[in-house]
């Protein structure tokens, strides 16, 4: 489970439910708004960007092989370094979670935060310089967006 903002804490409900809080965001499109309910994994851990922000790579469970998730952290977070450096703006939220889904309409989908993709344009093999390229230009060019 994933939201544009990072997970404060849950609670136990009956019925094995949870009730989960998060972060209050800032003001935001509602278009923006992500609220992901799915079976999920972090296969690699969290890279930061140079200003610190978290970036979490998440997909459901056995979904990439590790060195092409490796990339797409890099990249996400060598995107937040850019647009910071070119902005003169530091990135607004406490993390950004690239999150990699089996099938969407789109390449990806940009709410503030977490960012949605199809899994194999995230996911290159990594001997298949094009596709890895390809990756590099979406993730940039998804995170522009917000």
Partial sequence: M????????CAPLPAAMQRCRFETSPPMSTYQTMFLLSPLQTPWPTTKSSSG???NMLMVPGAAPPATTALTLAVG??????????LQVP???PKL????VPANHFGGFEAWGAIEF???GVTPPPDDPA????????????????
């Fill in 2 to 9: 994933t939201t544009n903002m990072p997970l404060v804490g």
């Fill in 53 to 55: 922000v978290p970036v």
């Fill in 77 to 86: 977070a060598a995107a937040i370094d850019a647009y910071e450096h070119l």
């Fill in 91 to 93: 990135y607004p939220l």
């Fill in 97 to 100: 979670d690239l999150i990699a």
């Fill in 118 to 120: 199809i899994a194999s």
């Fill in 131 to 146: 596709r890895v390229l390809n990756t590099c230009w979406l993730v940039r060019s998804t995170l522009a967006h917000p």
